[in-house]
DNA sequence: AATTAAATATGATAAATGTCATTTATTTAT
DNA sequence: ATAAATAAATGACATTTATCATATTTAATT
């Protein structure tokens, strides 16, 4: 939580316009600003588990957030990165299931709970909201997608690349212009590229070496996207 | 196309309340009814090409249909099998984003094509198509972080198995109970698993060897399921 | 500050999987 | 029906990646 966010009504949240809600009615909005539960998550934290019932969407102010399945040898996959802004457990209200993944804070996180009744009313009468919610859906899927090929065909090279510039895509930079702006173990880093913790501690020191990152404690930089780039060899 | 199908309208369509459709409003159905282009396609014509812009929705009325994405090294890999009452084009079409895959007849396939404007128009009338919509991505967007979970984690023997359980799950079995009711080369299995294609054959081999399938050119039984289950290992 | 625990790093090795080459079978075209 | 082309099968081998062992560093606890 670096930067401070004034998240006592949902009208005036930092996030307002960069959320799902952008275009959503007003009254929509003060709906849910009326109904909204506000929380804390420190980091290491739980919003939920895999298998536990969703009774609403959690929306995001401030913070990060995995989201992970658990493989059937326990071992993590981290399906997702949540920021400030995003929304998360609707893919399971929507579908009318357990959840199929646990979310965890990877650092204090400030977050509103929606409950389900009211979401789901307001979808059905903003159509507005329903379509911002299908192109979040669509764009999900797509990112799934592309993931899932890349998992299928691409060397763990190549996936390291891809998600190191996907953690910046998604989380963007400090101050210095350089360095992710997360903090993320190798076994999760392991976890997102989807190898074996000892492979992205090999990996991540190649590219070290080869001047493309710098690594320090749990700091990680890029210092040659442009080389980075190339090493993930994306097409797509 | 084994089945007969009276497509002349989408009312008396076999797959009106097996599909997308079936919770919505008949006015809605008789106007997209109005405006759908029904069309043939042969067993290995191209409906969409990756890359190409999408002006619609297509609905499968009878047939089987393979979508697909091109990897970097022009490797296939196949994302999603469609059956009668299915819809596809809609994952980019709500994105606003051109086809991220190709869709591929898998046999005669006889598709009725829907109007983007059309579409668009009756999500926005109609909540609860809208709210099916949803659903379908959700669960689409399900399966593939289950896949991808899967392609990271699982080895390839048990992706396999689950890949022939899925391909049952979506096509079904012809008359006698057993044998897949689809064609696919040695070539697209590999494609589905994510996998060589020399390692979809030789474990293809194998599993016959042990007693869980039977092979007879293109034609695939499955003769002891609960092994292939178990083979599999699914948790989830 | 000292001790313990946890995370990171690295080497050695094994296992899984892919690639290439070749044979055999099947399908398609003439 | 025969030839040609394509797909399937199989062996040999190379490469990638995981696993195990252990050392080293970093963080957490008393």
Redesign the pocket.
């Known amino acids: 939580m670096t930067t401070p966010n004034d998240n006592a009504t949902c009208q005036s949240c930092n996030q307002r316009f960069n959320s799902i809600f952008c275009k959503a009615h007003e009254e929509h909005v003060s709906q849910i600003n009326e109904q909204k539960v506000c929380n804390v998550y420190k980091k290491g934290q739980t919003l939920f588990k895999e298998g536990s019932q969703p009774f609403g969407v959690f929306c995001v102010s401030d913070g990060k957030i995995k989201m992970s399945h658990l493989g059937d ?1 326990g071992k993590e996959q981290i399906i997702r990165l949540v920021k400030a802004g995003d929304i998360l457990g609707y893919r399971a209200l929507l579908s009318g299931e357990r959840y199929s993944a646990s979310a965890e804070a990877l650092e204090d996180t400030q977050v509103c709970f929606i409950p389900r009744d009211l979401f789901i009313k307001v979808l059905k009468l903003d159509s507005n909201l329903a379509f911002e919610m299908m192109k979040l859906l669509s764009d999900e899927l797509h990112r799934a997608e592309i993931k899932l090929t890349h998992l ?1 065909q ?4 190549e996936r390291l690349a891809e998600t190191l510039l996907f953690i910046k895509e998604t989380y963007g930079f400090e101050q210095d212009g350089q360095t992710l702006n997360v903090r993320l ?4 880093i392991a976890n997102l590229v ?6 992205a ?2 990996l ?2 190649e590219f070290k070496k080869d001047g493309m990152i710098d ?1 320090e ?2 700091k990680i930089k890029l210092i040659h996207q442009k080389e980075l780039v190339r090493t993930a060899n994306i097409q797509d």
Request: hydrophobic share 25%; proline share 4%; net charge positive.
């Open positions: 040898d299928a691409k060397p763990i090279r173990s190798r076994e999760e989807g190898t074996a913790t000892e492979s501690i090999r991540l020191s690594l404690g749990k």
